[in-house]
DNA sequence: ATCTCTGTTCACAA
DNA sequence: GTTGTGAACAGAGA
């Protein structure tokens, strides 16, 4: 489930237990998810702990809690956080529980491609969370810093360079995909084949679906308006929502993920895409139907 | 039974 | 060094 939106969205449910502290703490330590990380020094440290503080970047979460302890959360593909009523018994997939006076904290993912990590740090947050890439939505998201990677990547798919988390941080499948459709540029386009113009573009787009999804998916699961990509990948039967387009989406496996895109909307850039490329998902019907010009 | 999946990482090939 | 591919991780849901 979760990209940056959905990230922020379970790290704000856990906000419920920001200021209360954690009574007694319950893991399934041999689970996966705690891979890398000391557990044994993790539920001593946080019993009688404060949980003080929550932050995001890209799929990353922290959770700030007294004596310099952090949690470090990572979703994968299946984590989510939930708050339980207090005395919560933990089921399969709840792997770490905070108990608090008037609720639980609980971490739960079948999966287990998720990740929870723990520092104490108490001078600040420690040091991978300081080594992250620069947020899409702060000011180190420059167009330098843009270009400079799509460059770098040059002859590397724009999806798979969009799916890069030290470049565009919380970007994922569908997010990639909705900037792709926004740019009018096909998937598999060369990232050394924009000019200056473009990608500035793909700052700009980037950022505007990471602001957009934050405040309707990230505020109360909320969809996203149905003029959205977001609303029509999945669908069967599903047509580009461009008001005067409606061709028909393409799914199709491109830089390893399936990923949709409108094949009018966002023809490949002449002498760029090798047609064979990319294979069928499970596709509708399409219709060739090139439109000239391109973002 | 078979196939899919909003993620990451690793080994290996080109 | 870069890029693509496939597998692995592990479970639920269609």
């Known amino acids: 489930m979760p990209e940056l939106a959905e990230v922020d969205y379970f790290r704000r449910r856990w906000d419920a237990g920001v200021g209360a502290g954690v009574v007694a703490v319950h893991l399934h330590s041999a689970a996966r ?171 700009q787009h980037t950022r505007w679906v990471a602001r957009r999804a934050l405040a309707t998916i990230g505020v109360d699961w909320r969809d996203p308006p149905a003029a959205w990509l977001y609303r029509h990948r999945w669908a069967s039967g599903n047509r580009c929502p461009r008001p005067p387009c409606r061709t028909f989406l393409v799914r199709e496996e491109a830089a390893g993920r399936t990923t949709c895109w409108c094949p009018a909307c966002q023809p490949p850039l002449p002498g760029t895409t090798r047609s064979s490329a990319a294979k069928p998902v499970r596709t509708g019907h399409r219709r060739e139907k090139p439109r000239a010009g391109q973002a």
């Open 33 to 203: 998810v705690f891979r890398g990380c000391d557990v044994a020094a993790l539920a001593p440290r946080l019993r009688g702990a404060v949980l003080e503080k929550s932050l995001a970047h890209g799929k990353q979460m922290l959770f700030g809690l007294s004596g310099g302890a952090w949690l470090g959360v990572h979703l994968g593909m299946t984590g989510e956080l939930r708050v339980e009523a207090a005395g919560h018994r933990a089921a399969r997939h709840d792997h770490l529980v905070l108990h608090q006076a008037g609720r639980a904290l609980v971490f739960a993912d079948s999966r287990m491609f998720g990740r929870v990590r723990f520092d104490l740090s108490p001078e600040g947050p420690p040091a991978w969370w300081r080594d992250l890439p620069p947020g899409i939505l702060t000011p180190g998201f420059s167009e330098g810093w843009v270009a400079g990677h799509l460059g770098r990547r040059a002859r590397a798919p724009l999806k798979a360079v969009l799916l890069d988390q030290s470049i565009f941080p919380g970007v994922g499948n569908w997010m990639a995909d909705e900037i792709l459709w926004r740019l009018g540029l096909h998937p598999l386009t060369p990232a050394g084949a924009l000019d200056a113009e473009a990608q500035s573009a793909v700052r």
